[in-house]
């Protein structure tokens, strides 16, 4: 299988750089990152950002989905936020995202369907600005960014973040897009003090870059 074949060849080439290479990296992760992105292929987030084995803890699936009802995302949150203690988490929605597309148009899977519930949701909130875009395919990309700023928003509301604004030691949240159609990513804006004011995000939160 030619995926075993490349694998041989990664291997051989970080091996050229430092013979120590997998000696080192076995000892530990200290990854500064943890981000979500969707599960579509196009979307690889290690290779993206040229980021070395060890750099980024990565949680994807369908639609970049922080459902604080999902005992999968909120372990791996949990772990980031107190264990590896990562100074950064990163939402990544993106363009032409079938999963968003899905939420509106319907795949008839029942499960696919279900998992896609709350962007279903968020797309009737904003039903008015989006029904006002000129097509189908502007709808459903900002439908991505505006997914991406509520899963953020469930990020910063979840009692893990909560608790770590407590401890005075937190990691800060961005929501990006990565832009299919130029291979580049958007920083999104989100409306922390609007959120803080409604109690969902720590008053003690401030975003912090370092
Ligand atoms: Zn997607």
Redesign the pocket.
């Known amino acids: 299988m030619h995926l075993l074949d490349n694998n041989k060849q990664w291997a051989e080439d970080l091996l050229k750089r430092d013979p120590d290479y997998f000696k080192k990296l076995a000892v530990e992760q200290q990854p500064k990152y943890l981000m979500i992105g969707?599960?579509?292929s196009r979307?690889p987030l290690s290779s993206m950002f040229l980021a070395e084995p060890g750099e980024i803890f990565i949680h994807r699936n369908?639609?970049?989905q922080a459902n604080l009802s999902d005992l999968n995302f909120l372990s791996v949150l949990e772990y980031s936020v107190d264990v590896l203690q990562v100074k950064h988490i990163i939402m990544v929605g993106?363009y032409r995202?079938?999963?968003?597309a899905a939420a509106i148009e319907g795949v008839h899977r029942v499960l696919v369907e279900n998992w896609m519930n709350p962007v279903r949701l968020l797309f009737k909130r904003h039903s008015k600005e989006l029904e006002a875009l000129e097509d189908n395919q502007h709808i459903y990309d900002r439908l991505s960014e505006l997914n991406a700023i509520e899963q953020s928003l469930n990020i910063l509301r979840s009692p893990i973040m909560h608790n770590a604004v407590n401890r005075g030691h937190y990691p800060s949240v961005d929501a990006w897009i990565f832009d299919i159609y130029t291979g580049l990513f958007k920083i999104l804006d989100l409306p922390i003090t609007e959120w803080k004011k409604v109690g969902y995000v720590h008053p003690g939160y401030k975003y912090h870059d370092d």
């Open positions: 969707c599960s579509d979307v369908i639609a970049n993106h995202c079938g999963g968003v």
